[in-house]
């Protein structure tokens, strides 16, 4: 199967009013694209749609060319979704955080592929710091972490340059080309500039 | 990490099969959930002391006559014990839905209603098992006659797995309701009847010296259906609050 995600005469409809209709949407290897649009214009929405979240929608969805409640599994066992709230665990440190999405995926994972992910990240000195004790750009990083940490071919960001520092911007758009030039695929929402990435694409909306 | 057909100019990201580990993924839920309850101890005390206040209240309340008090013991235990689990339902998922774990969670590539279940046997393990075991001291309290100090640990602790259970669906259904509280009660009241009717009847079974097993067993029969039915809607309702 190849990695690919396609939207067909995709449509919401929200509180009387449509965000999108009629869209069509192409994604493949190596690819980084960029919704664009107003504040409520819908790419959250979007987002959520295309990472399999909402069910209120009008249109098709496939992966790998096959519809998408059919390879639904396929599907979520490649994505790697970060939305508006990191899902970060004030309560828990770094480390434990990152241990639980670990083995969601189904995977043990070991102590120092996840501290090493979070040093990647920035947070070295921190692993044991109850995250809420840490900022809000630092627990974005922890969330940020599971990029690296996780094998995902196809990522869904949503926002994820908020709170972010200039330098870590830097250095995640750089891991988003380097994501795509392996060929995996982005799907990004964002209002930062993204400069450093050649192959990008935009999705208009509203 | 390249499939063969890769060319140098796309090369194609291997992709996964869901690789199963619901497993692993049960134990670090039962885990993180463990570990998060147990740092908050406040949040799991509050049923505990909920419970001891209302039942110290009532021989305040009512009149310290032993008797008259052992005749409404099973109904006042059963009744403050259900209403304490009730207090501790409404945070079940919401912690996890105003973070962002929660969609997180229905993303995993793991049956939602394996995970679901996961969180609703902490809840019962910090707030069920507790208020079991705290019941007969508060009976004494009540001058419960002994003998059903025993049938009263027991039916609680299998009640309130129900309990929790049916709680967890209309947590489920109202974590994304900003004030979702007393529409949860008003849900999932009506449910808890059944429980409250056959839990206190062993209790008064126990007492009158009758035979306490039809009612453990209805609890029982009750607990399994629960078990078999809730974590479906569990997760069908935790994906209708997404939604909206």
């Given amino acids: 199967m190849s990695l690919c995600l396609q939207a067909r005469q995709l449509a919401c409809e929200r509180d009387d009013r449509w965000l999108f209709e009629g869209l069509d949407l192409d994604i493949h290897s190596g690819e980084i694209v960029r919704i664009e649009g107003p504040n409520g214009s819908g790419k959250t929405t979007l987002l959520k749609i295309l990472s399999g979240q909402l069910s209120d929608y009008h249109g098709e969805l496939y992966w790998g060319g096959a519809p998408m409640h059919e390879v639904r599994e396929h599907f979520l066992a490649n994505l790697l979704y970060l939305g508006h709230a990191p899902g970060v665990k004030a309560g828990l440190t770094p480390l434990e955080n990152l241990a639980w999405y670990q083995a969601l995926s189904g995977e043990q994972g070991s102590e120092s592929a996840r501290e090493e992910a979070l040093a990647h990240v920035g947070l070295s000195g921190f692993e044991d710091v109850p995250a809420g004790q840490l900022s809000a750009g630092q627990q974005r990083r922890i969330a940020l972490a599971r990029l690296t940490l996780t094998q995902r071919a196809l990522w869904v960001l949503d926002e994820p340059f908020t709170a972010i520092d200039r330098h870590g911007v830097g250095a995640l758009e750089a891991q988003l080309v380097a994501h795509a030039n392996a060929g995996g695929c982005v799907l990004v929402t964002t209002h930062h500039e993204l400069t450093a990435s050649p192959v990008l694409r935009r999705v208009q909306l509203g | ?244």
């Fill in chain 2, 1 to 244: 990490m390249h499939s063969s057909n890769a060319t140098i100019d796309a090369p194609v990201m291997s992709m996964h099969d869901p690789k199963g580990g619901l497993v692993v993924a049960l134990n670090a839920t039962l885990k993180r959930d463990l570990t998060l309850m147990l740092r908050r101890r406040g949040e799991v005390l509050n049923p505990l002391v909920f419970f001891a206040l209302v039942i110290t209240l009532f021989p305040i309340g009512i009149s310290p006559d032993p008797e008259l008090l052992a005749a409404i013991a099973p109904g006042l235990l059963w009744v403050a014990a259900l209403l304490a689990a009730l207090l501790s339902l409404d945070s079940l998922f919401r912690s996890d839905y105003e973070d962002g774990s929660l969609e997180q969670l229905l993303l995993a590539p793991q049956p939602l209603a394996a995970l679901g279940l996961a969180k609703v046997a902490v809840h019962w393990l910090l707030t069920g098992l507790p208020l079991a075991l705290m019941a007969p001291v508060l009976g004494i309290m009540l001058s419960l006659p002994a003998g059903s100090y025993a049938v009263l640990a027991l039916s609680l602790a299998v009640g309130t797995a129900s309990l929790s259970l049916i709680g967890a669906i209309g947590a489920a259904l109202t974590v994304g309701l900003a004030r979702g509280g007393v529409l949860l009660s008003l849900l999932v009241l009506p449910l808890y009847i059944p429980i409250l009717i056959f839990g206190a009847g062993a209790v008064q079974a126990a007492i009158m010296g009758d035979g306490v097993m039809a009612h453990l067993a209805i609890l029982g029969a009750l607990l399994a259906v629960a078990l078999m039915l809730a974590p479906w809607a569990i997760a069908a309702s935790l994906r209708i609050s997404i939604n909206g």
